[in-house]
């Protein structure tokens, strides 16, 4: 059963940082595929940074030079280091993994849909 567990939310004024973690448990993510998506109350879910098969990253617009996704394959930890926060960062964040699929034409790659789903950790910024 798998299991992805989150940690390191809370309260930050603007400007200030945090880094969040997630622990899986019967997923491997060495080679596999996993991500950070964050959501607001009554806004869709949106993608902030992702690993992909080969250990590529990529960020969203809106966080690119402010947040680093990083993963320790040794303790099979995603984390998600986030600077200059602002407050149109405060969301439910949550992480995400799912294995990656082999296709003849494209080698491994990374499905669209996430299979494995953190409960959420909060982020608050206030100004």
């Known amino acids: 059963q798998v299991q992805l567990v989150e940690s390191g939310g809370g309260s930050v004024q603007s400007g200030g940082s945090l880094t969040l973690s997630c622990a899986a448990s019967?997923?491997?993510?060495?080679?596999?595929?996993m991500g950070w998506f964050r959501q607001v109350a009554g806004k869709e879910r949106e993608g902030v940074a992702f690993?992909?098969?080969?250990?590529?990253?990529s960020y969203a617009d809106s966080v690119k030079g402010r947040f680093t996704i990083s993963v320790d394959n040794a303790d099979n930890t995603l984390a998600l280091r986030m600077n200059s926060l602002k407050p149109e960062d405060t969301a439910l964040y949550y992480c995400?993994?799912?294995?990656?699929?082999?296709?003849?034409?494209?080698?491994?790659?990374?499905?669209?849909?996430?299979?494995?789903w953190g409960q959420g950790t909060q982020v608050t910024v206030s100004s």
């Open positions: 690993i992909d098969t080969n250990g590529s990253k």
């Open positions: 019967g997923f491997t993510f060495t080679y596999n595929c």
């Open positions: 995400a993994a799912v294995g990656r699929q082999w296709g003849w034409k494209t080698g491994f790659y990374c499905p669209e849909e996430y299979k494995y």
